[in-house]
């Protein structure tokens, strides 16, 4: 347990300070860009973003247990999606790729959860491909919109 808790305490220093240098670096050079060499890493920042892979990455604010599903805002730093199912057993994971593969008219195949899966914190990647980002970032303001 205490490996976990170590664990645990150093990935959120390590973000604390990434967030850190990416509002200094935003401060004096006023781009939103990152430049990173991994390939699971966005090559900008914000809500929707593509990797260097050709992915779609869509961080998700998620909010499990309520009635039903729906998107409640888009910010630059996730999408807020309230989820119809419980955090029990990966089943408000389920449901969020499910529902996200929806609202993005895709085939649940083509939405996979990258990261947080026992986070409200997440990662969907869609695939390379199947949508391109302009599309993507319509299809989840107007599902927003709709609620």
Do not use: W
Not at 48 to 70: C, F, M, T, Y
Not at 99 to 107: A, D, P
């Amino acid at each position: 347990m205490h490996g976990i808790r170590h664990l645990y305490r150093s990935f959120v220093s390590t973000a604390i300070m990434s967030s850190k240098k990416q509002a200094n670096s935003k401060k004096s050079s006023g781009k939103t860009t990152a430049t990173n060499t991994d390939n699971n890493k966005p090559a900008t920042v914000g809500a929707v973003s593509v990797n260097k892979a050709g992915e779609i990455v869509l961080r998700i604010h998620a909010k499990p247990g309520a009635k039903q599903n729906g998107i409640t805002d888009l910010s630059a730093e996730a999408i807020g999606v309230q989820i119809a199912a419980p955090p029990v057993d990966g089943e408000a994971n389920s449901e969020l790729v499910k529902y996200m593969s929806k609202v993005l008219q895709l085939r649940k195949s083509d939405v996979s959860l990258d990261r947080g899966s026992k986070s409200r914190e997440k990662v969907l990647l869609v695939g390379k491909n199947t949508i391109d980002i302009d599309r993507a970032t319509q299809l989840i303001k107007t599902e927003c919109e709709n609620g």
